[in-house]
């Protein structure tokens, strides 16, 4: 806050001093401007979480990205629940056990989807003692039509 300023603004607007229109165009020879250079960038993520993990050449250092990232996950589930959420729980070898199926069952999701979504549409609601082998025998039939490994 100005304590005293310029004794123009303690007079009615009227009386302000008038801007000339050329005041704001500015000469490009004043030494007191600064160039100043201007960079954007447009960043468009499409890369999948797949893709993000091939990224790790060490398997250890994978396992422990992903237990911080599934730590971080329920610490911030936690926070937004309680809206007291204690310290940081440190990573144990049951979390790098976790990280290590979540990262198997990504991967095989990935490369079995096919087979996935057959064995999810047989449907086999009737008595399956006697209908197992014909259901055993039409998942098998199914997988060999699609897998990549027949």
Do not use: C
Not at 126 to 138: A, G, I, R
């Amino acid at each position: 806050m100005w304590l005293k300023g310029p004794n123009f603004l303690r007079q009615k607007e009227k009386y302000w001093p008038v801007q000339d229109n050329n005041a704001s165009e500015l000469e490009k020879s004043n030494p007191e401007l600064k160039k100043i250079g201007l960079r954007a960038t447009n960043v468009q993520e499409q890369e999948s979480l797949l893709a993000r993990l091939e990224r790790f050449s060490d398997w250890q250092r994978l396992k422990a990205a992903v237990v911080r990232y599934l730590k971080l996950k329920q610490w911030l589930q936690d926070k937004v629940r309680t809206t007291k959420a204690g310290p940081f729980p440190p990573i144990t070898v049951q979390d790098l056990e976790q990280a290590e199926t979540e990262v198997i069952k990504l991967v095989q999701s990935d490369v079995f989807s096919a087979e996935i979504n057959v064995l999810q549409n047989i449907s086999g609601t009737e008595n399956k003692l006697d209908k197992q082998w014909q259901l055993d025998k039409k998942k098998k039939t199914s997988l060999k039509n699609i897998s990549t490994l027949h």
